[in-house]
């Protein structure tokens, strides 16, 4: 068999561990490892990169536990709006929305965009009719809404009433999701899906829909979708200056992760994190904060997760 690889991450900033009782921490462990078992499946059977990368992002955009879709952050006006943005590193084709506010799966709009060829990333009210035209699910802001957002919006308010915005944990800032993965055919492809940060500007837009600085793939190098402030990510260009460090250094993915996390963006005194997977199936996957959830499984069927230091072997239900 092929080397294959897959890698995820349900954001970086993740809650002090006494700010989720055990069985929280063990239902957002057990959809890391269900997103790891959806694009698990399609690479053992022989798929695209891209479609592995594309179904493990939507089961975490379905969860309540990762700022994507179904849970994810509020802006300044109370209102939710989604980033997504998918790449194929064969082909370089990519496809990104922003600022939607009804699309249930921002990824699968992302993707549809990618394939229709015409445009890399749409926006706003557009992106919604988009994806209503190709036959996606379109859903009112409420759907996407729940309790732990609302209580985040409310304390982000009150920090920058306060004057208090650098003593903001990071769990109460951002969040992303985003899959990197390796296929039997030697073919890289990089998903990310985010609701931004905790009151955010209205229209603001960060990096997961940016090509090249929250998503990137290419095949023969790696593929990298990053978590964190946007803002930086997109000033360094992120998933490219891994890849260029990695094409031109000679770097291996891990060292030239690491690298731009822990050296690069330190000076920002920002919370970042990535997963990024190289053309070897190397799995990288280095954070700058407390936590990141995240996970990985490769073509030995090893399934791993963890939100903190610890890692935690998941137990698929088929392998």
């Excluded at 993707?111 to 706003?124: C, I, P």
């Excluded at 490769?298 to 791993?304: K, L, P, R, V, Y």
Aim: aromatic fraction near 6%; proline fraction near 3%; charge should be negative.
């Amino acid at each position: 068999m092929t080397k294959f690889a897959l890698a995820i991450h349900g954001g970086c900033g993740v809650m002090a561990k006494l700010d989720l009782t055990e069985q929280e921490w063990q239902e957002a462990r057990r959809d890391l490892g269900r997103a790891l078992e959806a694009g698990y499946a399609i690479l053992a059977a022989g798929g695209k990169a891209t479609d592995a990368v594309q179904a493990a992002v939507v089961v975490m955009e379905d969860s309540p536990h990762f700022n994507a879709g179904h849970g994810a952050a509020l802006n300044e006006n109370g209102i939710h709006e989604l980033d997504a943005s998918i790449m194929d590193g064969s082909t370089l084709a990519a496809g990104a929305v922003s600022a939607a506010r009804h699309i249930r799966n921002p990824i699968l709009a992302a993707r549809a965009v990618l394939e229709h060829d015409d445009a890399v990333l749409l926006t706003g009210p557009a992106a919604d009719r988009f994806a209503e035209a190709k036959g996606l699910e379109i859903v009112e802001q409420s759907y996407f809404t729940t309790e732990r957002r609302k209580k985040a919006l409310a304390a982000m308010k009150a920090h920058a009433a306060a004057g208090t915005l650098e003593q903001a944990r990071e769990a109460e800032k951002h969040g992303t999701v985003g899959a990197v993965a390796l296929d039997q055919h030697g073919h890289l492809a990089a998903a990310t899906s985010t609701g931004g940060y905790n009151n955010k500007p209205d229209g603001r837009v960060g990096d997961s829909p940016i090509i090249g600085a929250g998503t990137y793939a290419r095949d023969g190098v790696c593929a990298v979708s990053g978590t964190g402030k946007g803002e930086f990510f997109i000033r360094h260009v992120v998933g490219h200056e891994i890849a260029s460090r990695v094409a031109y250094l000679g770097e291996d993915v891990k060292t030239a992760a690491t690298k731009v996390v822990m050296e690069d963006l330190k000076p920002h005194n920002i919370g970042a994190g990535l997963v990024a997977v190289g053309a070897d199936g190397t799995i990288a996957a280095p954070y700058n904060t407390d936590g990141m959830f995240r996970g990985w499984v490769s073509d030995d069927g090893e399934f791993f997760v963890a939100s903190h230091d610890e890692v935690f072997r998941y137990e698929p239900r088929q392998k």
